[in-house]
């Protein structure tokens, strides 16, 4: 069985990143979308703090993911 690769923080927080550009959201608005301050979220986006699950299913649901919402929601 092949070995699952891992996902660097630095990989998450640009992903992220890149998301909430390509979405217009500012840090701001997406600190709010996911109940954290703007600090925090600009660490996640630095690769220096991880996002969270709970985190994560936000911005799943912020960002319209389908297939995501459709197979976990």
Same mark, same amino acid.
């Given at each position: 069985?092949? $070995? @699952?690769?891992?996902?660097?923080? =630095? %990989?998450?927080?640009?992903?992220? =990143?890149?998301?909430? $550009? !390509? /979405?217009?959201?500012? !840090?701001?608005?997406?600190? /709010?979308?996911?109940?954290?301050? &703007? ?5 996640? %986006? ?14 799943? &649901? @912020? @960002? /319209?993911?389908?297939?995501?919402? &459709? /197979?976990?929601?």
């Amino acid at each position: 069985m092949a $070995k @699952a690769s891992r996902i660097s923080r =630095k %990989e998450v927080g640009a992903f992220i =990143k890149a998301l909430r $550009k !390509q /979405k217009g959201w500012n !840090q701001t608005d997406l600190s /709010k979308i996911l109940g954290m301050t &703007q600090s925090n979220l600009s660490k996640i %986006e630095n690769g220096l703090a991880y996002l969270g699950f709970a985190e994560f299913v936000l911005l799943a &649901q @912020a @960002a /319209k993911f389908s297939k995501f919402n &459709q /197979k976990f929601l």
